[in-house]
Every structure is written in C-alpha cells, then in structure tokens.
C-alpha cells in the first residue's frame, strides 16, 4: 500500500512569495489533515478535511493561507505571502476517519529568506 | 487548550539499554498516540493507545487515562532507535475535536553504538 506522497520535499522562496505544497493521500482515506512543524517543536494541526469539506480550521491564519481539497483526494496548501516565520516543515496526514489512526506524508520543507 | 507534557526531553543511551519515555496530558482524551520521527523527518506512527498496554517488538506503550499519562518502553535499543519521539492526544469532546492531534514537545532520543 502507497503511502501518503507529498511534492515538492524542499523550497526556498523569498519573503512576500506565494508557494503551493501538494498532498496526495493515502487510497481510502476520507480525513487529511495539514500540520506545520517548526524546528524544535512537534507538529501543529493547521487545518482538518472530511472528504472534500473543511471539519477544523481553527489554526489555520487565513489571511495569508488557503488548503483546498476539491475532489476529496488529493490537497493543496497554499501561503501568500509568505513570511520569515512561516519557514517550517509541512507535513500532511491522513486517516480512514477522524480519530483513527494518522500516517504522515515525508513533509515539505519550506526556508522562506 | 490541552497541555501535553513529555519527559525527558533528551536522553542519551549505550546500545542495548532500557529507557522508559513519559507523556502526560492536562484533560480528558478520546484517543493517544505515539509517534517516532527519525533523523530524515519521517513521522512514523507506532501505537494507537487510549488506554491499557500494547506491545510490538521491543517496544511496549501503555496509557493510564484515568490519572492522564502514558509511557513508552524501549528495550534493548539499537542506534536505528535514535531520533524525536513524540506523543499527540485527541481532547474529548466529540463533534469537531475529533482527530485534532496536539503533540508533545518530543523526547530526542540518541543511542551509541
């Protein structure tokens, strides 16, 4: 069984830039979630999809970022602009069902300069 | 919101010792789980344990809900053991929380060969 893919592993972008990361779940799975991870610290849920719906967004600073999941399958993660503090790691999860048991991606690694 | 609590944040070991990982939470929770990120970032998940003991290979969680802590065993470590260990809890509560992780700062763990 493929696990949960993500595109691309690493980007550098200069401040004020727009980037898009990409999550490609595993087959089946109707719950994906985004979690940013900053050097140091364990991973903080950014926002949670049931199929192709928003369940928790609560963390997400909508201002500047945006996650999509149209068709219920893959997702996309989207900052603009990006600042110096959102350098971190993106990682994406998914799960059979909320609450089941989460698989993460190998993460995006974002250095914005 | 839920305080999650690991303990000790580093620990160096000698191949082959035993060590004992502590994770404590403030609330009430619906699931636990333990996850390993080795030295590349992968985040692997290796119990899904809300409560009582489960084992595979050399390692053994267990989750006392009731006085809100659990603990993972690793026995016999080997120098593959090496990286951040984490703990993420799911708050009850049902509805939205449902699958919304909040993870523990890590124990980074390295063991000599």
């Known amino acids: 069984e493929a696990g949960v893919a993500q595109s691309p592993r690493y980007k550098i972008i200069e401040k004020r830039q727009s980037v898009a990361f990409w999550c490609n779940p595993i087959s089946g799975h109707a719950t994906l979630y985004w979690y940013q991870q900053i050097l140091g610290q364990g991973p903080k849920l950014l926002i949670q999809?049931?199929?192709?719906?928003?369940?928790?967004d609560s963390q997400l600073p909508k201002d500047r970022f945006s996650a999509e999941r149209l068709k219920g399958v893959d997702s996309t993660l989207k900052i603009q602009p990006a600042k110096l503090e959102d350098s971190a790691v993106y990682l994406c999860?998914?799960?059979?069902?909320?609450?089941?048991?989460?698989?993460f991606g190998p993460g995006t690694r974002l250095t914005v300069l | 919101g839920i305080q999650v609590e690991q303990s000790p944040p580093d620990l160096i070991l000698q191949e082959g010792a035993n060590s004992t990982l502590r994770c404590n939470f403030s609330?009430?929770?619906?699931?636990l789980q333990w996850f390993h990120q080795n030295p590349w970032g992968q985040l692997i998940n290796l119990f899904y344990i809300p409560s009582g003991t489960k084992q595979n290979g050399r390692l053994s969680a267990t989750t006392v809900a009731t006085e809100r802590y659990s603990l993972l065993y690793i026995s016999s470590s080997q120098t593959t053991d090496s990286g951040v260990y984490f703990c993420a809890v799911d708050p009850s509560g049902g509805g939205t929380s449902y699958g919304k992780l909040t993870f523990g700062q890590g124990t980074i763990l390295t063991v000599h060969p």
């Open positions: 999860a998914s799960s059979t069902t909320p609450g089941t048991t989460q698989y």
């Open positions: 999809f049931q199929n192709n719906g928003v369940v928790d």
């Open positions: 609330d009430s929770v619906n699931n």
